[in-house]
């Protein structure tokens, strides 16, 4: 985990770790979201890169009559 500080025009920078871990660009935005006491930042993504990204996943699973 690293800390970052808050600049004079309220501005921080990411840390190239995170940056590279997440595989962030120039350019990209964010939803910026408040919960409880913390601030998240999440990367909005077109849906071109989304495709696929739930390949795998395991779709058994019980389900109500009514909900068929």
């Not at 004079?8 to 595989?23: L, N, T, Y």
Request: aromatic share 8%; net charge positive.
């Amino acid at each position: 985990m690293e800390a970052v500080k808050i600049s004079s025009k309220f501005q921080i920078v990411i840390p190239k770790s995170v940056r590279e871990v997440i595989g962030l660009k120039v350019g990209e935005s964010f939803q910026v979201v408040p919960y409880g006491n913390r601030i998240e930042l999440v990367p909005l993504r077109p849906m071109k890169k989304l495709k696929g990204f739930l390949k795998g996943m395991n779709t058994d699973f019980f389900r109500e009559n009514d909900r068929l």
